[in-house]
């Protein structure tokens, strides 16, 4: 997708934003098997926002985001968050959606609370947390062996009217195991 686009730019074919999301977007699902950090998926989603912003293009919240969870995937959360920064300077505040997918960016490594930071900004903008935002902030204190944390934040949940899946329910009481408090996991029910 990154040859695509430098070709299309070449050859005078006009890039809209839509086309650039598209191919930021194919580097965020690409799943292949990737030998070194310049073949890999959020490289080529950081080579093209590169190559978005030399042109006369205008990035939206959408490649921002896509970007995100390219790195997210890769986990790059230094990355993710260098994206954040750039988004929150040329741009208005970051959405749910980007928000979230930066939360993404640290579940692998159960940095929850770099999460939370990110979890309090959608607060903090009166923007409204939807279950992925919760699942992906629970299983990130699950990794994270934070399981009070994850019991506060699916309280949170609950409070706030969004019903948890059982894959949320999963992280909590993994959290609670991991923390040697399996007991708690019976409260749940």
Do not use: Y
Not at 44 to 61: D, E, M, P, W
Not at 106 to 118: I, M, Y
């Amino acid at each position: 997708s990154v040859q695509l686009v430098r070709a299309m730019s070449r050859n005078t074919v006009e890039l809209n934003t839509i086309s650039c999301n598209a191919a930021i977007s194919a580097c965020q699902r690409e799943t292949a098997l990737e030998v070194s950090p310049q073949h890999s998926a959020w490289h080529k989603a950081l080579q093209l926002l590169g190559i978005t912003t030399q042109s006369s293009v205008r990035l939206s919240a959408i490649s921002f985001s896509t970007a995100v969870r390219a790195c997210a995937k890769g986990a790059m959360w230094e990355k993710s968050m260098t994206l954040m920064s750039v988004l929150s300077q040329c741009m208005s505040e970051p959405d749910v959606i980007t928000l979230s997918a930066a939360i993404s960016a640290f579940e692998k490594d159960g940095r929850w609370t770099n999460a939370l930071q990110l979890f309090d900004t959608i607060v903090e903008n009166k923007l409204e947390p939807d279950k992925m935002t919760f699942g992906t902030l629970i299983s990130t204190c699950e990794k994270g062996a934070a399981w009070q944390m994850a019991l506060q934040v699916l309280g949170v949940m609950l409070w706030s009217m969004v019903e948890p899946d059982s894959t949320t329910f999963n992280a909590t009481m993994s959290a609670c195991e991991k923390g040697g408090q399996w007991e708690r996991v019976f409260h749940l029910f």
